[in-house]
T-cell receptor, first 107, second 117 residues
Framework: AQRVTQPEKLLSVFKGAPVELKCNYSYSGSPELFWYVQYSRQRLQLLLRHISRESIKGFTADLNKGETSFHLKKPFAQEEDSAMYYCALKMDDKIIFGKGTRLHILP | EAQVTQNPRYLITVTGKKLTVTCSQNMNHEYMSWYRQDPGLGLRQIYYSMNVEVTDKGDVPEGYKVSRKEKRNFPLILESPSPNQTSLYFC????????????????FGEGSRLTVL
């Protein structure tokens, strides 16, 4: 069963426009959620986690337990935001990743 | 510099020829894991290890073996590679939290692109 769903494979957004990358999860326990990012030719790295409630590179994500969502948002997209984004759910001893969304920022 | 190192970065091999992808981390992390990344399928966990001599299957373990004889190393072994194992492989490590569960921040290697002909 798909535990982490990222419905968009590709999201194209104009520079300066708001960005929202969707993530929904399915887990009966207490979820811990993360966003990882993979810039071109770089390794995957942690972008942010829900428990820290911080903003990294202008991105924020709020855990909504009622809607089982952890959408990633940024008010004004920048060209350097173009990358592959993965939502991840920590379940016991595992971390499960979604299929990823490629964010393409248009000039 | 704290990092996870994988070798080789690129490999082309033929069906049935055993190969090993090495992974080493210098952060004294207890937890290590292997993932494969395929277009449209995201990252799928192959095997993971909570500590030395402790390994367990992820979601797609078939055709792979691992070992964890030392804390820093976690090699991925393909005993008889097949074309469906052509993929981009990532090793990752993480420290365990005080509760015994992982903190969730995975540190990734640069990836190993494997092609099986």
């Amino acid at each position: 069963a798909q535990r982490v769903t990222q419905p968009e494979k590709l999201l194209s957004v104009f520079k300066g426009a708001p960005v929202e990358l969707k993530c929904n999860y399915s887990y009966s326990g207490s979820p811990e959620l993360f966003w990882y990012v993979q810039y071109s030719r770089q390794r995957l790295q942690l972008l942010l986690r829900h428990i820290s409630r911080e903003s990294i590179k202008g991105f924020t994500a709020d855990l909504n337990k009622g809607e089982t969502s952890f959408h990633l948002k940024k008010p004004f997209a920048q060209e350097e935001d173009s990358a592959m984004y993965y939502c991840a759910l920590k379940m016991d001893d595992k971390i499960i990743f979604g299929k990823g969304t490629r964010l393409h920022i248009l000039p | 510099e704290a990092q996870v190192t994988q070798n080789p970065r690129y490999l082309i091999t033929v069906t049935g020829k055993k190969l090993t992808v090495t992974c080493s981390q210098n952060m004294n992390h207890e937890y290590m894991s292997w993932y494969r990344q395929d277009p449209g399928l995201g990252l799928r966990q192959i095997y993971y290890s909570m500590n030395v001599e402790v390994t367990d299957k992820g979601d797609v373990p078939e055709g792979y073996k691992v070992s964890r004889k030392e804390k820093r190393n976690f090699p991925l072994i393909l005993e008889s590679p097949s074309p469906n194992q052509t993929s981009l492989y990532f090793c990752a490590s993480s420290r365990l939290g005080t509760s015994g569960s992982r903190t969730g921040e995975l540190f990734f290697g640069e990836g190993s692109r494997l092609t099986v002909l």
